[in-house]
Nanobody, 125 residues
Framework: QVQLVESGGGLVQAGGSLRLSCAASGGTFSRYCVGWFRQAPGKEREFVAAIEWMGNQPYYADSVKGRFSVSRDNNKNTAYLEMNSLKPEDTAVYYC??????????????????WGQGTLVTVSS
Protein backbone atom coordinates (compact mmCIF):
# COMPACT_ATOMS: atom_id res chain seq x y z
CA GLN A 1 0.00 0.00 0.00
CA VAL A 2 1.21 3.46 -0.80
CA GLN A 3 2.78 5.61 1.90
CA LEU A 4 3.11 9.39 1.75
CA VAL A 5 5.61 11.79 3.26
CA GLU A 6 5.18 15.55 3.03
CA SER A 7 7.95 18.11 3.23
CA GLY A 8 8.50 21.78 2.55
CA GLY A 9 6.53 23.48 5.28
CA GLY A 10 7.92 26.33 7.33
CA LEU A 11 7.56 29.94 8.41
CA VAL A 12 7.06 32.59 5.75
CA GLN A 13 5.95 36.20 5.71
CA ALA A 14 2.67 37.22 4.17
CA GLY A 15 3.04 37.53 0.43
CA GLY A 16 5.74 34.90 0.32
CA SER A 17 5.86 31.47 -1.27
CA LEU A 18 6.43 27.87 -0.31
CA ARG A 19 6.44 24.61 -2.20
CA LEU A 20 5.21 21.48 -0.50
CA SER A 21 6.16 18.02 -1.70
CA CYS A 22 4.36 14.74 -1.19
CA ALA A 23 6.61 11.74 -1.85
CA ALA A 24 4.99 8.35 -2.35
CA SER A 25 6.45 4.89 -1.82
CA GLY A 26 5.22 1.33 -1.64
CA GLY A 27 2.66 1.53 -4.42
CA THR A 28 2.05 2.52 -8.01
CA PHE A 29 1.79 6.28 -7.69
CA SER A 30 -0.05 6.79 -10.97
CA ARG A 31 -2.96 4.69 -9.63
CA TYR A 32 -3.83 7.48 -7.23
CA CYS A 33 -5.31 10.92 -7.43
CA VAL A 34 -3.61 13.16 -4.89
CA GLY A 35 -5.46 15.63 -2.74
CA TRP A 36 -4.12 18.37 -0.51
CA PHE A 37 -5.97 19.31 2.65
CA ARG A 38 -5.22 21.60 5.55
CA GLN A 39 -6.29 21.99 9.13
CA ALA A 40 -5.86 25.20 11.04
CA PRO A 41 -5.89 25.30 14.85
CA GLY A 42 -9.42 24.93 16.13
CA LYS A 43 -10.86 24.39 12.69
CA GLU A 44 -11.97 21.41 10.66
CA ARG A 45 -9.86 19.95 7.91
CA GLU A 46 -10.60 21.53 4.55
CA PHE A 47 -9.90 20.70 0.95
CA VAL A 48 -7.22 22.78 -0.74
CA ALA A 49 -6.39 21.23 -4.11
CA ALA A 50 -6.13 17.97 -6.00
CA ILE A 51 -4.59 16.51 -9.12
CA GLU A 52 -5.86 13.55 -11.10
CA TRP A 53 -3.90 10.45 -12.03
CA MET A 54 -1.90 11.74 -15.00
CA GLY A 55 -1.52 15.31 -13.77
CA ASN A 56 -3.50 16.93 -16.58
CA GLN A 57 -6.35 18.36 -14.55
CA PRO A 58 -5.94 20.29 -11.29
CA TYR A 59 -8.73 21.21 -8.88
CA TYR A 60 -8.74 24.03 -6.34
CA ALA A 61 -10.74 25.39 -3.47
CA ASP A 62 -12.00 28.91 -4.14
CA SER A 63 -9.89 30.23 -1.27
CA VAL A 64 -6.63 29.32 -3.00
CA LYS A 65 -7.54 29.59 -6.67
CA GLY A 66 -5.08 31.82 -8.50
CA ARG A 67 -2.52 31.59 -5.70
CA PHE A 68 -1.78 27.87 -5.37
CA SER A 69 -0.74 25.41 -8.05
CA VAL A 70 -0.90 21.63 -7.76
CA SER A 71 1.15 19.28 -9.92
CA ARG A 72 2.73 15.84 -9.94
CA ASP A 73 5.65 13.97 -11.42
CA ASN A 74 4.79 10.29 -11.72
CA ASN A 75 8.37 9.46 -12.68
CA LYS A 76 9.48 10.81 -9.30
CA ASN A 77 6.43 9.49 -7.40
CA THR A 78 5.90 12.99 -6.04
CA ALA A 79 3.12 15.55 -5.96
CA TYR A 80 3.64 19.24 -5.32
CA LEU A 81 1.69 22.18 -3.98
CA GLU A 82 3.16 25.51 -4.97
CA MET A 83 1.79 28.24 -2.72
CA ASN A 84 2.20 31.90 -3.66
CA SER A 85 0.89 35.16 -2.23
CA LEU A 86 0.49 33.45 1.11
CA LYS A 87 -1.81 34.99 3.69
CA PRO A 88 -1.92 34.55 7.47
CA GLU A 89 -5.18 32.64 7.03
CA ASP A 90 -3.25 29.99 5.07
CA THR A 91 -1.54 28.98 8.33
CA ALA A 92 -2.30 25.30 8.93
CA VAL A 93 -0.95 21.79 8.90
CA TYR A 94 -1.07 20.61 5.31
CA TYR A 95 -1.70 16.98 4.41
CA CYS A 96 -1.58 15.07 1.17
CA UNK A 97 -3.83 12.11 0.51
CA UNK A 98 -3.86 9.31 -2.06
CA UNK A 99 -7.17 8.13 -3.49
CA UNK A 100 -7.47 5.59 -6.32
CA UNK A 101 -11.13 6.36 -6.97
CA UNK A 102 -10.76 10.01 -7.87
CA UNK A 103 -13.37 11.32 -5.45
CA UNK A 104 -10.69 13.31 -3.65
CA UNK A 105 -10.74 15.83 -6.49
CA UNK A 106 -14.13 16.88 -5.15
CA UNK A 107 -12.79 17.10 -1.64
CA UNK A 108 -14.22 13.78 -0.51
CA UNK A 109 -12.02 11.60 1.67
CA UNK A 110 -14.02 8.39 1.97
CA UNK A 111 -11.81 6.51 -0.50
CA UNK A 112 -8.45 7.84 0.65
CA UNK A 113 -6.04 4.96 1.19
CA UNK A 114 -3.14 6.91 2.63
CA TRP A 115 -2.44 10.20 4.35
CA GLY A 116 0.85 11.92 4.87
CA GLN A 117 2.00 12.92 8.33
CA GLY A 118 1.39 16.60 7.71
CA THR A 119 3.67 19.59 7.39
CA LEU A 120 3.16 22.88 9.21
CA VAL A 121 2.89 26.11 7.24
CA THR A 122 2.96 29.32 9.25
CA VAL A 123 2.38 32.66 7.55
CA SER A 124 3.24 35.73 9.59
CA SER A 125 1.62 39.10 9.03
Amino acid sequence: QVQLVESGGGLVQAGGSLRLSCAASGGTFSRYCVGWFRQAPGKEREFVAAIEWMGNQPYYADSVKGRFSVSRDNNKNTAYLEMNSLKPEDTAVYYCAADPSGSVVAGRTGNVEAWGQGTLVTVSS
